[in-house]
């Protein structure tokens, strides 16, 4: 039940903040809004407001927002009508800019929900500071070579002070292929080593083969501190999501890329290790989510802000057909690649199972 429920709100803040970013920024540029539903599927009940019809439906996993003039509508004879060329409410007669503004505010609304997630997590929970104390070495490589080892603390990087596990990293990862004289504290007494990092292969960062004890310790934070953070926290994983897609899309690191199988399994493990754990978890799909959508790839905004984009550099728009069909047979593609990974994770399943 907890799992179900974690879900359904994962999934379901997700789309419906992604939704309300492109509802809010067309309402705001008077472009008119046919529906705003939460769920797919059946409606299960709806209100129908000055303009929009506002709907519940069956499946609570997301939401769609349906902008008028943007797609052709139904007419109650059941007949595909387009908006009028000059019907002042239609997405489709606003200027250029002003309907990618429309398309973009989706996956701009998800990055804002991960940073207010973050700032949630930071302001409740605190600071999360890991200890500048060696957990564990990796066999072969330079700190365990040096002669370090497990309990020891990393108090200094030549000379400069190192009080906790996010400052160390930061000293040694700016210093590839470079000799450095730690400062190390161990059984109350100050010892100093020479270490030589190595280059990582994919990061390009200094590396000795270190890594801390499991122990965290949060330290309350103010407001603006949980904002930083939370920011700095997006920052950070919005970098590290691009350099790992890139990677994968290159070939330097293999394509293992999750469906949602496996993602409501993480939502699950997620929500039984705590609501904090659950809205970071949120945050790092979100992101995922906006970034994704941001791509030139058929039937996601970021194809629909580069058709607009080429729209505003010709002057006029491209055949509405020919869009449509990218679009269709983008969105078959998806739906074709999503099965194929859904299809591997429930094989991962029984492996696991087995």
Same mark, same amino acid.
């Given at each position: 039940m907890l799992t179900t429920l974690a879900i359904v709100f994962v999934f379901g803040s997700m789309v419906m903040v992604h939704e309300?970013?492109?509802?809010?920024?067309?309402? !705001?540029?008077?472009?008119?809004?046919?529906?705003? @539903?939460?769920?797919?599927?059946?409606?299960?009940?709806?209100? *129908?407001?000055?303009?929009?019809?506002?709907?519940?439906?069956?499946?609570? /996993?997301?939401?769609?927002?349906k902008l008028h003039g943007m797609d052709a509508e139904v007419d109650a004879n059941g007949r595909a009508i387009i908006a009028p @060329?000059?019907?002042?409410? @239609?997405?489709?007669?606003?200027?250029? !800019? *002003?309907?990618?503004?429309?398309?973009?505010?989706?996956?701009?609304?998800?990055?804002?929900?991960?940073?207010v997630l973050f700032i949630s997590v930071f302001a409740y929970l605190g600071i999360p500071v890991v200890s500048n104390t060696i957990g564990s070495l990796v066999t072969g490589k330079p700190a365990a070579t040096a002669g370090i080892l497990p309990g020891d603390r990393i108090i200094a990087v030549n000379q400069e002070s190192t009080p906790d596990w996010?400052?160390?990293?930061?000293?040694?990862?700016?210093?590839?292929?470079? /000799?450095?004289t730690l400062t190390i504290e161990r059984a109350n007494e100050k010892q100093t080593l020479t270490v030589k990092t190595e280059i990582d292969a994919q990061t390009g960062h200094g590396m000795i083969g270190i890594a801390p004890e499991e122990k965290v310790t949060y330290v309350q934070a103010s407001i603006l501190e949980s904002t930083r953070y939370g920011f700095e926290r997006s920052v950070d994983f919005t970098k590290l999501i691009l350099v790992t897609l890139t990677k994968m899309i290159t070939g330097k690191i293999p394509a293992?890329?999750?469906?949602?199988?496996?993602?409501? *399994?993480?939502?699950?493990?997620?929500?039984?290790?705590?609501?904090?754990?659950? /809205?970071?978890?949120?945050?790092?799909? @979100?992101? *995922?989510?906006?970034?994704i959508n941001l791509f030139p790839i058929p039937a996601l905004d970021g194809s629909r802000l580069i058709f607009l984009l080429i729209e505003g550099l010709r002057g006029?728009?491209?055949?509405?057909?020919?869009?449509?069909?990218?679009?269709?047979?983008?969105?078959?593609?998806?739906?074709?690649?999503?099965?194929a990974v859904t299809y591997k994770d429930v094989l991962r399943l029984f492996v696991k199972a087995g």
């Open positions: 309300f970013g492109h509802y809010i920024v067309a309402r !705001w540029f008077g472009v008119k809004v046919i529906e705003f @539903s939460f769920g797919f599927g059946p409606k299960i009940v709806g209100y *129908q407001g000055k303009e929009t019809i506002y709907a519940l439906r069956i499946i609570p /996993l997301g939401g769609f927002v @060329s000059k019907d002042a409410h @239609s997405f489709m007669n606003k200027p250029v !800019w *002003q309907r990618m503004a429309v398309i973009a505010a989706g996956p701009i609304m998800n990055f804002v929900l991960a940073v996010t400052r160390l990293t930061e000293v040694i990862h700016a210093k590839p292929d470079q /000799l450095l293992d890329v999750g469906g949602p199988v496996m993602i409501a *399994q993480v939502i699950g493990e997620g929500a039984h290790q705590g609501l904090a754990n659950l /809205l970071g978890l949120t945050g790092v799909l @979100s992101i *995922q989510l906006g970034l006029k728009p491209l055949n509405p057909e020919k869009e449509n069909m990218i679009h269709l047979v983008g969105f078959v593609l998806l739906m074709v690649l999503m099965l």
